[in-house]
């Protein structure tokens, strides 16, 4: 597999040393970890204590599901300053829920205030192991312990209090190792701890210092700089928050991806696309749904591999190069729709040429020809979600004359994306593609994925049928 040149900065990883910043982070998620098994060993006698006769699956069936709606709402992650009472109700809620699924299978029996009673047992316990874990865990960080290693990006006077406010709460558990910022002099800033470097120098120190969680304060870095050196952060084992400017307004997100540091609201970046569980479930759904359609498929993909076959000559597959993610070069397959030429590395749009084959125009126009790219999603070089790939020859011009288009190669590339039920298709604003794609990445969810298939599946009846908006024209022409 080859790699084409790119802008190391806008995508590389930070490195990590092996078996230290690693090491920090599972450390710090073992407080997650003792929530979560104290929530399944005390769920799972509920039914047996408050539920006379309750059958033995009925405890492990609260447990489950009582954690998985937990885990579903965020109740799991880790955090700064965890708030049992910001907990209650979500615990409540999947408590509640839960036992309506027991009761569901099992039955009210005799005495339906029984339940009630499982309830309140089961909330009451998972309040009180919160509670006394947030007090364990302060009394050790007070002493030193449970620390995160803590970088400030910013060297201004928000910055600076907010190093105070972290001095005089040890029991928050961020430890400062040092500011970030792009200032004229390094004697200058905070006082109390040292200015390390450049905002450009964060990857790096991020695995030189064994960086748990940064923080982005306010400071004298361009926000188009940092953005693109914090999205080369994300594959780190890194927390990264956000202080909302003119917060001391009210101007501050509210919900679980807020940590209130005493007055100073810091915002969560969510990246959940990036983190290894999200990925292994978007590649279970690329695995599944690529193979249900290959299989339901498979005696119109015969039909058509047969009706290239005849109708011209030439190999029934097109084969192209294109850049995937981290600038790797994967291989996408198609049903070959013109005569065989030697030109489509470098020629841009091609709607109009007479090349192409009547059999070929029809799969062009019915996304047909698209098919086989299914087998490359199985073998792991596409997702069917993510931006699209692009020519090598083409990526490389785009990279020097549009904002943050390396930035859309931090995933898989995919079969369609959230620019193409866009409308943005064929010879439209490469720009815009390139905003959508990093808006798709920032606030990916399966969820999101399954709305713009679904979108897909619309657009595509509907380019069938002659009934679709057709392609929007590009204001961008001359960046060719």
């Not at 615990?91 to 009210?108: H, Q, T």
């Not at 309830?119 to 192991?129: E, P, R, Y």
């Not at 249900?292 to 119109?300: D, E, F, K, S, T």
């Not at 062009?364 to 090598?392: A, F, H, K, N």
Request: net charge positive; charged share 20%; with cysteine.
């Amino acid at each position: 597999m080859t790699t084409v040149p790119i802008h190391r900065t806008a995508l590389s990883p930070p490195t990590r040393r092996l078996g230290t910043g690693l090491a920090f982070r599972t450390r710090g998620s073992h407080l997650v970890l003792v929530v979560l098994l104290g929530d399944v060993l005390g769920l799972l006698p509920v039914p047996a204590l408050a539920l006379s006769g309750a059958p033995r699956w009925s405890g492990i069936l609260l447990a489950g599901s009582t954690t998985a709606i937990l885990s579903g709402q965020g109740q799991y992650r880790r955090r700064i300053s965890p708030d049992p009472a910001r907990a209650a109700v979500p615990i409540l809620l999947a408590v509640s829920l839960s036992l309506l699924v027991v009761a569901g299978l099992r039955g009210l029996g005799p005495d339906p205030s029984t339940w009630l009673i499982a309830g309140l047992l089961a909330a009451g316990w998972c309040l009180a192991t919160r509670l006394a874990l947030l007090l364990v865990a302060r009394a050790l960080r007070r002493r030193g312990m449970l620390t995160d290693r803590t970088l400030v990006v910013g060297a201004g006077r928000v910055a600076v209090d907010l190093i105070r406010v972290l001095g005089r709460h040890p029991e928050l558990g961020l430890r400062p190792l040092g500011l970030v910022d792009d200032i004229a002099s390094w004697d200058a800033g905070a006082g109390e701890v040292p200015v390390l470097g450049r905002v450009a120098d964060l990857p790096r120190l991020l695995g030189d210092l064994r960086i748990d969680r940064v923080v982005i304060a306010f400071g004298v870095a361009r926000e188009e700089a940092s953005v693109a050196v914090l999205r080369a952060c994300v594959d780190a084992s890194v927390d990264i928050y956000v202080l909302p400017r003119f917060f001391e307004l009210g101007f501050a997100p509210r919900g679980s991806d807020v940590e209130d540091i005493w007055g100073y609201p810091l915002v969560r970046l969510p990246r959940t696309v990036l983190r290894p569980s999200p990925r292994l479930a978007k590649r279970a759904l690329d695995v599944t749904v690529a193979a249900a359609l290959l299989i339901g498929l498979a005696p119109l993909y015969g039909a058509i591999a047969l009706a290239v076959k005849v109708t011209s000559p030439g190999p029934v597959h097109f084969r192209q190069r294109r850049v995937g993610q981290h600038g790797q070069v994967v291989e996408i397959v198609k049903f070959r729709s013109m005569v065989e030429n030697d030109d489509s590395e470098t020629t841009w749009n091609v709607a109009g040429d007479s090349r192409i084959t009547p059999l070929g125009r029809f799969l062009r126009d019915s996304s047909l020809d698209e098919l086989p790219q299914l087998w490359t999603v199985i073998r792991g070089g596409m997702s069917l979600v993510g931006p699209r790939p692009e020519r090598p020859y083409f990526a490389d011009r785009f990279r020097d004359t549009v904002r943050h288009y390396d930035d859309r190669l931090r995933v898989p590339v995919g079969l369609t994306g959230l620019a193409q039920v866009r409308g943005l298709r064929g010879d439209t604003s490469i720009a815009e593609r390139a905003r959508l794609d990093n808006h798709y990445i920032e606030n990916w969810s399966l969820g999101l994925d399954l709305r713009i298939l679904a979108a897909t599946v619309v657009a595509l009846a509907r380019d069938a049928t002659g009934t679709g908006p057709g392609q929007v024209e590009s204001p961008d022409r001359s960046r060719l």
